[in-house]
């Protein structure tokens, strides 16, 4: 395949020739499939390869945005990207998390993770992580004894008129009329992604 095509596919951000060629850039060591949507390069700072082994023999680095070591007809990039944000939310909740940071953590940009995780979810990063503290506050209200400003600050919130807030916003209750009501049931938030634990 001629380098003057093959640039004009990377230019376009174009799928059809994934998996039939990379790209790498000089300038950063990182190497890409063409439909990577990452900034476009100078021409002079990249080269071509036909696979992603002789990229990784040369000593480039896959892209954390487009992962090109991965196989293409079994892989998508934005999935993998919203997998591992809800992993690590699920695991930081009780943790100050911002857009920034959480896309820091997870190698994008945060405009670029607002974008694909509405795509695939429907909602954004921030709201996911109020229905999994939410849904922890829940928990903790039908199956312990602690009050509900204890419970707030235990999932994360740094003050209780956010976390009555959005508890109400949820449930349509607050959060000791929801313990209340409900005794020892469990109803849960219905989250897109989001499995019992």
Known sequence: MKSKLMWSAVVKCDKRYDGKFFYAVKTTGIFCRPSCKSKTPNYDNICFFENATDAIEQGFRPCKRCQPERSIKTFDPQQEI?????IYLKQHYQEKI???SLAFKIGVSPYYLSRIFKKKLGITPHKYLEIIRIHK???LLLNTVHTSTE???QVGYKNFSSFYRHFKKIYGCSPSQFRIQNGKRNREPLLKGHKKS
């Open 82 to 86: 919203v997998d591992d944000s809800i």
């Open 151 to 153: 419970i707030c600050f």
């Open 137 to 139: 506050a829940q928990r």
């Open 98 to 100: 911002t857009l920034n």
